[in-house]
Nanobody
């Protein structure tokens, strides 16, 4: 069983920055892609950003230009740097790891952006 543990959420003012980190309990080489998703109250979970084992990234249009996703296969981690935060970025952010045998999810970390 793979465990993903997120950290770095919190309360931040609009225009600020946060860095979210996710650590996997097993080697991340087994994951084709890792990424971050978010779910705001009353909304469906949506993709924020993903990164493949080789470093190719996919970013949601709503965060392009404000987000950087990075992955360290040696440390089994994936980080998300979010800049110029907006109130609409408020959500629970989930780390995910995608493998040929299934998807794994973290418990989520709350990000709240005050206006």
């Amino acid at each position: 069983q793979v465990q993903l543990v997120e950290s770095g959420g919190g309360l931040v003012q609009a225009g600020g920055s946060l860095r979210l980190s996710c650590a996997a309990s097993r080697s991340s080489f087994r994951f084709n892609a890792m990424g971050w998703y978010r779910q705001a109250p009353g909304k469906q979970r949506e993709l924020v950003a993903t990164i493949t084992r080789g470093g190719n990234t996919n970013l949601a249009d709503s965060v392009k230009g404000r987000v950087t996703i990075s992955r360290d296969n040696a440390k089994n981690t994936v980080d998300l740097q979010i800049n110029s935060l907006k109130p609409e970025d408020t959500a629970v952010y989930y780390c995910a790891a995608h493998s040929p045998v299934g998807d794994y999810w973290g418990q989520g970390t709350q990000v709240t952006v005050s206006s």
